[in-house]
């Protein structure tokens, strides 16, 4: 692309292919130049299961987002996710050289490096390596230890890895496209960048992006991420329960789901329902809420318990964010609020301009967020041939080089 301050982010979802162009002007803003989106097809999960089909939406949702905004893309930052997908947190300590004493550039590399030396399964490769916090000679949550000078640095990491060949055969896809793709980013990190603030993170927030076929989630206590993860339960799976229950078809049960349907089984009126398209067939509001309700719950409960293990949830002052397309279920929020115990709010990522009204809607979270991650990367990396920086680190991550 021309310009070195306009950005793409793709996400390949279970409901849709999204392709963001984004410019970031000198103060720092964000523009939101085109958008392309097309239906998914061969995507399960939030995982490509068919890759010629999901080309064909790439390629649709390509030319409408090149088409609108006037931009000949050609590299993307692409968003990943999956239940394959794991974090956990550890610490890297080292020992500063006695005739240095001076932190440097290369023990910031080096206490990174020993944080990452952890024992994950021999198919996955990192994806993240997320920096807590700094303690240097016991002085804790320092920011920036560069040029301090100490003879103790440890550093604590919130590590995320995922299966190699998984993420692979998305990047494989993507650049079949032709398109290359810029760096990939964990789908929840990206989505956070615009629907968490500072103060929302220093605070402590719990961002859950609720989305076709899978939850992706994320943690912030003191400003650091301390948990990530996907969960493989999405808007989907409530839309196949109601089908299945009612015996219906899936684009009746979605409508149902949609129109007249909540996951809450407070304040609602109870009635008939009339199923449109199956004549003289209707369902009772709350039997259609109780089926709604029952994977609500499981969704939102199996995010919730690994947290409330770790002692998280009271940690959490600004509460719970959800975002994600089927964030909008009605009655969500109160699932999550009785679930999680502290305030919930639904958020999008509205801090953007350009089509506002359009990116207001969380559904579009992720790909705006992949275009503000791309910003705050650019700004802290040393301006370099991106693209070769991306072989290389590809090489490293997934094992494709020496």
């Given at each position: 692309m021309a310009s070195s301050n306009i950005y793409v982010g793709l996400e390949i979802g279970t409901s849709?292919?999204?392709?963001?162009?984004?410019?970031?002007?000198?103060?720092?803003?964000?523009?939101?130049?085109?958008?392309?989106q097309h239906p998914s097809a061969g995507v399960r999960k939030g995982e490509i299961v068919d890759s010629d089909t999901v080309q064909t939406c790439l390629h649709d949702a390509l030319s409408r987002a090149e088409e609108r905004s006037s931009v000949e893309v050609n590299t993307v930052f692409l968003a990943v996710t999956g239940s394959h997908v794991k974090s956990l947190n550890n610490r890297g300590t080292i020992r500063v050289a006695d005739e240095q004493m001076e932190i440097t550039t290369e023990d910031l590399e080096e206490v990174k490096k020993i944080a990452r030396d952890v024992p994950i399964p021999k198919e996955n490769g990192y994806?993240?390596?997320?920096?807590?916090?700094?303690?240097?000679?016991?002085?804790?949550?320092?920011?920036?230890p560069l040029g301090m000078l100490g003879q103790k640095l440890?550093?604590?990491?919130?590590?995320?890895?995922?299966?190699?060949?998984?993420?692979?055969?998305?990047?494989?896809?993507?650049?079949?496209?032709?398109l290359e793709v810029e760096d990939i980013v964990f789908s929840p990190v990206a989505a956070a960048q615009v629907v968490l603030?500072?103060?929302?993170?220093?605070?402590?927030?719990?961002?859950?992006?609720?989305?076709?076929?899978?939850?992706?989630?994320?943690c912030f206590v003191d400003g650091a991420v301390v948990?990530?993860?996907?969960?493989?339960i999405g808007g989907d799976h409530i839309t196949n329960d109601i089908a299945l229950v009612l015996k219906i078809p899936l684009a009746r049960?979605?409508?149902?789901?949609?129109?007249?349907g909540s996951a809450s089984l407070?304040?609602?009126?109870?009635?008939?329902?009339?199923?449109?398209?199956?004549?003289?067939?209707?369902?009772?509001?709350?039997?259609?809420?109780?089926?709604?309700?029952?994977?609500?719950?499981?969704?939102?409960?199996v995010v919730?318990?690994?947290?409330?293990?770790?002692?998280?949830?009271?940690?959490?002052?600004?509460?719970?964010?959800?975002?994600?397309g089927s964030s909008l279920m009605k009655g969500l929020d109160e699932v999550a609020s009785e679930i999680f115990g502290i305030p919930v709010q639904q958020s999008g990522s509205a801090s953007m301009s350009g089509p506002s009204a359009l990116f207001e809607n969380p559904q579009y979270a992720t790909p705006v967020g992949l275009i503000r991650y791309a910003q705050l990367l650019d700004e802290q990396r040393p301006k370099r041939g991106a693209l070769s920086k991306l072989g290389q680190r590809f090489e490293k991550i997934f094992g494709g080089g020496k």
């Open positions: 849709k292919v999204c392709i963001v162009v984004g410019e970031v002007r000198n103060d720092g803003a964000i523009k939101i130049l085109g958008v392309g994806i993240h390596s997320i920096i807590q916090h700094y303690f240097v000679d016991g002085q804790d949550k320092v920011l920036n440890e550093a604590d990491y919130h590590i995320i890895h995922g299966v190699k060949t998984r993420i692979q055969n998305t990047i494989r896809c993507v650049r079949d496209v032709p603030n500072r103060e929302a993170k220093n605070e402590g927030a719990l961002l859950i992006d609720v989305g076709g076929g899978t939850t992706d989630y994320i948990a990530s993860g996907c969960v493989a049960a979605e409508k149902l789901k949609v129109t007249h407070k304040n609602f009126e109870p009635g008939e329902i009339a199923i449109e398209g199956e004549s003289g067939k209707t369902v009772e509001q709350e039997l259609l809420n109780q089926i709604m309700n029952a994977r609500a719950t499981e969704l939102l409960s919730a318990e690994p947290l409330e293990k770790d002692g998280l949830l009271p940690r959490l002052g600004k509460g719970v964010f959800l975002t994600g």
